[in-house]
């Protein structure tokens, strides 16, 4: 499966921002799917995950509350819906796939998308 995350940007804190992240390839509702992101000079950290159907979700405790994810298995997209923004938020945000695994660990994703840059200015 290939994976493109979109949707990054600008924003101030406070704002909001959905990513998006379009899937082809293999059948898209047979993949776990998970966000991570990665803030420069740090390690890519998970931020939340969504079952097959989308009726299992999972959060770091810094989206808990905030952010969710979401998925349109009809349109092959997963989305990531951030309000109330932070300027700890910034960092590259992927997306990632798996048939099996939606955990926290990205070292057990099979598939990356390339990334899309999240700016949060204060």
């Known amino acids: 499966v290939q994976l493109q995350a979109s949707g990054g940007g600008l924003v101030q804190a406070g704002g909001s921002l959905r990513l998006s992240c379009a899937a082809s390839?293999?059948?898209?509702?047979?993949?776990?799917m998970a966000w991570f992101r990665q803030a420069a000079g740090k390690e890519r950290e998970f931020v939340t995950s969504?079952?097959?159907?989308?009726?299992?979700?999972g959060y770091s405790d810094s989206a808990k509350g905030r952010f969710t994810i979401s998925r349109d298995n009809a349109k092959n997209t997963v989305y990531l819906q951030m309000n109330t923004l932070k300027p700890e938020d910034t960092a590259v945000y992927y997306c990632?796939?798996?048939?099996?695994?939606?955990?926290?660990?990205?070292?057990?994703?099979?598939?990356w998308g390339q990334g899309t840059l999240v700016t949060v200015s204060s």
């Open positions: 990632a796939a798996d048939p099996t695994y939606y955990g926290r660990r990205s070292d057990e994703y099979d598939y």
């Open positions: 390839g293999r059948t898209f509702s047979r993949y776990r």
């Open positions: 969504i079952s097959w159907g989308g009726g299992i979700t």
